[in-house]
């Protein structure tokens, strides 16, 4: 019944330690960045609002995105992009902390954090009016928007900053977050690199804007979009010469989404670019399998957008398209308009020569509405000119648009450029365009856009068909 001996149970809990603090702080800092992430930014909120309920004062959240940034994160990479990222938190730190230090604002508190991707947001606490507000988003804008040194690089990035303000704009943190990002993307519907202030009475429409925004990016990343052709024939013979290619979008419900809504929204919210690449890898996967499918070469036309003419990339993305599809050059025609051609002239040609080296061909869209001025229009090497479906439809109802449908086709004719007159309806347009020369045409009296498949059947399987212009509807 003596005490004999006793084990002494030592454990370093050095290691557990480190490895919970650092698990602590992954779930509330950015990795990249060192501010605090959204969850970290909700609680700070949070303390902040109890203590404005305190004292009668208010709380506002900047939330910031910075504007085409998308673009050189899929041009450059996510290394520099993750520099520039740094680079802009570095900013956005500085500038509150500037900001918060001040003789002018020590009455002012503030915090920041990366809520994602590239947004940031800023709380303030303890300002006395908007004004106030609108000039530290203000000045967080100019050092934000001052140019960005990264290795071999030099970026200038702009910030659509949205304002909203607790308790006059919301009850709560969720609200207050959700309404200032509502505001930010009213600054970017007003053109970007704008400063707005929550309004509710538009918050409505934004909100319907940012679910079609998600909704669309959601479409593309499930490839649920569709391409439906239009033929385009030639106007002697009847017979098919090639297709315009334009995107269709079902919604959830099976219904059709108007181009005329989601293609603008693409425009500005980027996303016109993803969408376009999506248009031409599609279009050629289709120009490929119906030459294997039917023997002949079905020329399928893509319109190319001004944000996507002008990627750094777009020659690599094109030859792209065609190489992995297995589809040869000669297949692909690119619709430009006017302006994007004198955006930049001698890039413009520089481009315009590269591809048609390859066998691309390419066309002028919406002729006659734009500025190109004929000694420009000379030195471009493009294939055809599309006549404006306004000059078309003009053409039998006045005689100026008569007149200017004629001296287009006339001059096309002296360029050596193939013609091609779009929104022809009646067999009076077909009538008159026949007798001018023109070369090809594309409108609703012969098909409207078809499916894939439906095209097929009505102008690729029987391959001697031909139209013979009376009305097919």
């Not at 033929?231 to 979008?249: I, S």
Request: include cysteine; aromatic fraction near 8%; proline fraction near 3%.
């Amino acid at each position: 019944g003596e005490f004999q001996y006793s084990v002494l149970q030592v454990q370093d809990v050095t290691e557990a330690t480190k490895l919970t603090a650092q698990l602590e702080y992954q779930a509330r800092y950015d990795e990249l960045t060192g501010l605090p992430n959204r969850q970290a930014f909700r609680l700070q909120l949070s303390g902040m609002i109890e203590e404005a309920d305190k004292s009668g004062s208010r709380v506002a959240v900047l939330y910031f995105d910075l504007d085409n940034f998308k673009r050189i994160n899929d041009t450059l990479g996510h290394t520099i992009g993750d520099g520039v990222i740094t680079s802009i938190a570095e900013r956005l730190s500085n500038s509150v902390r500037s900001r918060h230090t001040s003789d002018s604002a020590n009455s002012i508190a503030a915090g920041i954090a990366r809520l994602g991707g590239d947004e940031f947001a800023c709380a303030i606490s303890e300002f006395e009016n908007d004004d106030i507000l609108a000039g530290i988003a203000e000045r967080i804008g100019d050092s934000l928007r001052k140019p960005v040194p990264f290795e071999a690089h030099e970026f200038v990035v702009t910030p659509s900053i949205g304002i909203s303000i607790y308790p006059d704009d919301a009850e709560n943190v969720e609200d207050l977050l959700k309404n200032a990002d509502v505001a930010m993307y009213q600054a970017k519907d007003a053109g970007r690199d704008k400063i707005r202030f929550y309004s509710g009475t538009l918050a409505v429409r934004t909100l319907h804007g940012l679910a079609l925004e998600h909704d669309l990016r959601k479409a593309l990343e499930n490839d649920i979009l569709e391409l439906h052709y239009q033929p385009k024939l030639d106007l002697n013979t009847g017979r098919l010469v090639g297709a315009e290619a334009l995107v269709r979008w079902r919604d959830e419900d099976g219904n059709y989404v108007p181009p005329s809504r989601f293609i603008p929204m693409a425009e500005t919210s980027g996303q016109i670019v993803p969408l376009g690449d999506w248009v031409l890898r599609t279009a050629c996967k289709q120009a490929r399998d119906w030459q294997q499918q039917y023997d002949r070469s079905t020329r399928i036309a893509v319109n190319v957008s001004s944000q996507q003419f002008y990627q750094s990339d777009l020659q690599q993305t094109i030859m792209k398209a065609l190489f992995e599809a297995g589809a040869k050059p000669s297949l692909l025609q690119l619709e430009l308009t006017e302006s994007i051609l004198m955006r930049d002239v001698e890039k413009t040609i520089a481009t315009l020569e590269y591809l048609k080296s390859t066998g691309i061909t390419l066309a002028i869209d919406d002729f006659g509405t734009g500025y190109s001025s004929l000694s420009y229009l000379t030195r471009f090497p493009i294939d055809a000119l599309k006549i404006d479906r306004s000059f078309v439809l003009d053409s039998e109802a006045s005689n100026d648009g008569a007149t200017i449908c004629a001296a287009i086709i006339a001059m096309a004719r002296q360029l050596g450029l193939t013609v091609i007159a779009e929104g022809v309806e009646t067999q009076e347009h077909v009538d008159f365009l026949r007798s001018h020369d023109c070369d090809e045409v594309q409108g609703f009296l012969f098909s409207k856009p078809l499916p894939a498949e439906e095209f097929e059947e009505r102008f690729l399987q029987n391959s001697s068909s031909s139209f013979i212009f009376k009305s097919a509807l």
